[in-house]
């Protein structure tokens, strides 16, 4: 004759297998699967808006800077674009250090 199992019911806060160890909620606490309360969640909120906000400050900040520098530029090229033409109305060439230099002749 077989025996027949007995099923057992099982105990929620033990792991089966794990022998007379601590339980899960023993380990991790009896909340750390629930929810973030309300005041947790808004505040995270309200600090992924003010990251937010500074990055898209940044960004504004980092695009001013960059027009800035190309506007620095094409004065640069045109100081450079002068300088040349009065040489050439002069008949003389540039100094050589002086031609290796210009951003326009690279």
């Known amino acids: 004759m077989m025996k027949q199992e ?3 019911k099982e105990n929620p806060g033990r792991v089966r297998g794990m022998g007379f160890g ?3 909620s023993q380990l991790f606490g009896p909340n750390s699967h ?3 309360n309300g ?3 808004e505040e995270t909120q309200r600090r992924l808006l003010e990251l937010q906000a500074e ?3 940044e960004k504004l900040k980092r695009k ?3 027009d800035e520098a ?3 530029k094409k004065k640069m090229n045109a100081m450079e674009s002068a300088l040349v033409y009065l040489f050439q109305r002069q008949g003389v060439e540039l100094p050589p250090d002086i031609a290796a230099g210009m951003s ?3």
Do not use: H, I, R, S
């Open 34 to 36: 629930a929810p973030v």
């Open 64 to 66: 001013a800077m960059e």
């Open 70 to 72: 190309a506007a620095e």
């Open 6 to 8: 007995q099923l057992v």
């Open 104 to 106: 326009f002749m690279e």
């Open 39 to 41: 005041v947790q969640l």
């Open 55 to 57: 990055l898209e400050g």
């Open 22 to 24: 601590p339980t899960p």
